[in-house]
């Protein structure tokens, strides 16, 4: 008979084991090997740098100083010189409107169209008010209440009874024992018993624990940042005692083309370097061309405002735009000669704008005949964008 060390076949040994992360701890290391790693490890020297010059008063458990929070989400250079980047790229008053509000006894709603970067500044400001951008509940038509309050390890419910250390604790429940920000994605795709398990929360700063006859009390800093589809609505109105306990702040779509292609060029790059491409950065021209077509067919005006067009079903958002440039950037790397090419643009492009299939090609292909074809220098993309079609329709 043979004695192994190694485990049988299919039995990780344990030293391969993760050791997982307490819960509620704050995220470790660089995040240098993850897949994404989360804004406060993304940007830990921009947050020790602000730390460490921020001088201004902050309010109780914030990291920084509402001014030192501003400078970290629009970018800056500090007194040292160390340059913070852009996270967001929009309007100051905007954005110091929002770490205002997360000062005050009121919560942040964070409202907007679908890729508005809503769920972007709520991780970018959870993790500089914070340090910590992970303290997350999904909003879903099936997020129960325990998602925001308390659920319960039920071996040990039924071993020990209900007991402090039976207890799960939620996101929003370690917010208010730490003294920190919760996020709650998607808000009004909760349920209203749901969204209506906040409101305690929200007003009374408490959230009681029946079963153990007690409560846990926030501690100053817990505050919430919500986020909310306005194409949503009617989906699950929130109620106005909710809604009263909720500032409000409307993130608009990018207000012109340049702004657009600024924070389209600003986050293909962040991405670029992320997912290692050895493409070559996109021209700016590419990236105004794909935003340029976004823009018309979301407002159903071409750009000299002197042709109307049909807008198809998609959302057309920024972000789906930074996905076709990426997208785009990656065939190019891979099966192209590293540089942004009319053809590896249409594919992406294509696939933005045509969601809903009995009505959106119809949608698309009137676009390409009216506007692409005869605008100078959009014969490449014309050409690639109408291959495709004829590739599709087995032609
Ligand atoms: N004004 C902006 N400034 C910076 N990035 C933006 C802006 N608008 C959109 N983005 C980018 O687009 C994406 C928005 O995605 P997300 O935050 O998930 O949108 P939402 O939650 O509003 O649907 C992010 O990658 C973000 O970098
Ligand atoms: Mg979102």
Redesign the pocket.
């Known amino acids: 008979m043979t004695t192994s060390t190694q485990p049988p076949a299919g039995i990780a040994p344990e030293t391969t084991a993760v050791p997982a992360r307490p819960v509620g701890a704050a995220p470790q290391g660089s995040g240098d090997q993850l897949l994404r790693p989360h804004a406060e490890q993304a940007f830990a020297a921009e947050l020790a740098a602000l730390a460490a010059t921020d001088r201004r008063r902050r309010p109780p458990s914030w990291r920084l100083s509402p001014w030192a929070v501003v400078t970290y989400v629009l970018g800056g250079t500090l007194e040292d010189d160390t340059v913070i980047t852009p ?4 309007s100051r008053r905007l954005v110091e409107v929002a770490v205002a509000t997360l000062a005050t006894d009121r919560a942040l709603l964070l409202l ?10 709520s991780e970018h400001l959870a993790a500089a008010i914070s340090g910590d951008s992970t303290l997350v509940v999904q909003g879903t038509a099936g997020t129960s209440e325990d998602a925001v309050r308390y659920g319960w390890n039920y071996a040990r419910l039924i071993a020990e009874g209900p007991s402090k250390d039976a207890m799960v604790p939620s996101p929003v429940m370690r917010a208010m024992a730490g003294g920190s920000l919760a996020r709650v994605e998607e808000l009004t795709r909760m349920g209203a018993e749901v969204q209506d398990a906040l409101i305690t929360v929200l007003s009374e700063k408490t959230l009681p624990v029946a079963e153990l006859a007690s409560e846990v009390q926030a501690v100053a800093g817990f505050n919430i940042i919500a ?1 909310a ?1 306005d194409r949503d609505r009617g989906v699950n109105e929130m109620s106005s005692a909710l809604r009263r306990r909720f500032n409000t702040v409307v ?1 608009p779509l ?1 207000a012109t083309e340049d702004v657009e292609v600024e ?1 389209v060029s ?2 293909v790059a962040q991405l670029g370097r992320a997912l290692d491409l050895p493409a070559e950065p996109p021209a700016g021209a590419e990236v105004r061309r794909v935003v340029r077509i976004f823009r018309e067919l979301r407002s159903g005006v071409t750009s000299d405002g002197r042709t109307t067009v049909r807008t198809p079903s998609s959302t057309l ?3 789906e735009a ?1 996905g076709v440039i990426t997208g785009g950037l990656t065939l190019a790397a891979h099966f192209g000669d590293g540089r942004l090419s009319a053809e590896d643009v249409a594919a992406g492009l294509v696939g933005a704008v045509v969601k809903d299939p009995s009505t959106d090609p119809v949608v698309w292909r009137e676009y390409l005949e009216g506007v692409v074809r005869d605008r100078d220098g959009w014969k490449d993309l014309y050409q690639a964008c109408w291959d495709l079609d004829t590739e599709a329709r087995g032609r």
């Not at 996270?87 to 929009?90: E, H, T, V």
């Not at 169209?113 to 500044?121: E, I, M, R, Y």
């Open positions: 996270k967001y790229i929009g907007g169209s679908p890729g508005t970067a809503k769920s972007w500044l986020t589809n993130l990018p924070i600003r986050r958002s920024t972000a930074i």
